[in-house]
């Protein structure tokens, strides 16, 4: 069945380094893919999205890149900051008459000052 | 910019019980959505919702689970007796029409079943 599956946490990164959080999925038919971001106490907000190969989702610095051929969209971003510590869920959305949203386990990034 | 309500945001009840989660989905868009997420586990697809009635559903939304839009604002999410494995996050979503279009999501109630 169609799924998402994402790196396991948690990352642990220094104020700066470079990120990356890994993300593939599995899919029948062609679908949207999605970064959400979920910070403590709150509710999922979308970060990026891509809709078809070779899109490049941007926002707030972090990038991902719909890639067909390796069913992937890897997070990234060059330099994180303490404020990015939250949990990255990756997800896809498929017309499957409702067009439901799957996720993946979800990551959790800690960033030190 | 236009936001997804849901109240309350914590609801405490027995086992037993009935719960009704409520949800304000943004007033243009068409197709509205729960999911939950038990403590430190990943984000449960629930149940999809357009044009008045359930487009899709999980194995998770058996017959104790009803949604209903009992107007044209609100979006709720009853749970007719509850267990105490109920216990996670809600979360309502909306959407306008589409795949590509992403769904907008509440902050959540937490429920917790005694």
């Known amino acids: 069945g169609d799924s998402v599956t994402q790196m396991e946490g948690p990352v642990t990164l220094s104020e700066e380094a470079f990120l990356t959080i890994n993300c593939t999925y599995t899919?029948?038919?062609?679908?949207?893919l999605f970064w959400y971001v979920q910070y403590p106490g709150e509710g999922l907000q979308l970060l990026l999205k891509?809709?078809?190969?070779?899109d490049k989702g941007s926002n707030k610095g972090f990038e991902a890149t719909y890639r067909k051929e390796t069913t992937s969209f890897h997070l990234e971003k060059g330099s994180v900051q303490v404020s990015d510590s939250a949990v990255y869920f990756c997800a896809l959305s498929l017309n499957t008459g409702g067009f439901k949203t799957i996720f993946g386990a979800g990551t959790r990034l800690f960033v030190k000052a | 910019e236009p936001e997804v309500t849901q109240t309350p945001s914590h609801q405490v009840t027995q086992m037993g019980q009935e719960v009704i989660l409520r949800c304000v989905p943004i007033?243009?868009?068409?197709?509205f959505y729960w999911y939950r997420q038990i403590l430190g586990q990943k984000v449960e697809f629930l149940v999809s919702?357009?044009?008045?009635?359930?487009?899709?559903k999980s194995e998770i939304f058996d017959d104790q689970f009803s949604v209903e839009r009992p107007d044209g604002s609100n979006f709720t999410l009853k749970i007719r007796s509850t267990k105490l494995e109920d216990s996670a996050m809600y979360f309502c979503?909306?959407?306008?029409?589409?795949?590509?279009?992403?769904?907008?999501f509440g902050d959540g109630t937490r429920l917790s079943i005694l």
């Open positions: 919702f357009y044009n008045n009635e359930i487009s899709e």
């Open positions: 899919a029948t038919g062609y679908p949207s």
């Open positions: 979503a909306s959407s306008g029409t589409g795949d590509s279009q992403p769904q907008h």
């Open positions: 891509a809709t078809k190969a070779d």
């Open positions: 007033s243009n868009h068409l197709y």
